[in-house]
């Protein structure tokens, strides 16, 4: 089963692709090497939903919204290949949550797209990862994560 196809049998459609807001390209290559811009959970109204965990946000929401972010990473994956069975592999993932000082569960946040990389690519989608707390996000989002592929020709 193609990713495109594992992505429909789960009911998940890729969203379009968001336009930069700023200096930059939604991804860049070196080499085989797919270097995938930070992406949040951008809704298909253009929203965000505001939170900060630890405070106004719960676990629950922030790995549903790192589940988004997931399909908005697959979506720039695929503008940048035509098809995602050319990802080899997902190599490392920076999951940055916007969490409060004492919060301590940025892992099960990041999972959300962890999870959905794993479902949709099988072990092409294992990685390594990152998952840290920042202090804010743009739009205040919950969640922001950034990835590198390695690709095929």
């Not at 930069?20 to 797919?34: E, F, I, Q």
């Not at 106004?56 to 069975?85: M, P, Q």
């Not at 990685?127 to 095929?152: C, F, K, Q, Y």
Request: proline share 7%.
């Amino acid at each position: 089963m193609t990713p495109e196809e594992k992505l429909k049998s789960l009911g998940l459609t890729l969203p379009e692709v968001p336009v930069p807001v700023a200096n930059y390209v939604p991804y860049r290559w070196a080499g085989n090497l797919l270097y995938l811009s930070g992406q949040g959970p951008k809704r298909p109204d253009g929203t965000y939903r505001p939170g900060r965990l630890g405070r106004d946000a719960t676990i629950e929401e922030a790995y549903e919204d790192a589940r988004l972010t997931g399909l908005n990473l697959l979506a720039v994956a695929k503008s940048a290949l035509g098809e995602l069975s050319r990802i080899e592999a997902v190599i490392k993932l920076l999951g940055m949550v916007n969490a409060e000082p004492d919060f301590s569960d940025h892992p099960k946040v990041i999972n959300g797209c962890s999870d959905l990389l794993v479902e949709v690519l099988g072990d092409a989608g294992r990685h390594a990862r990152s998952a840290i707390g920042m202090g804010s996000l743009p739009n205040r989002m919950t969640v922001e994560i950034e990835a590198i592929l390695l690709v095929s020709n």
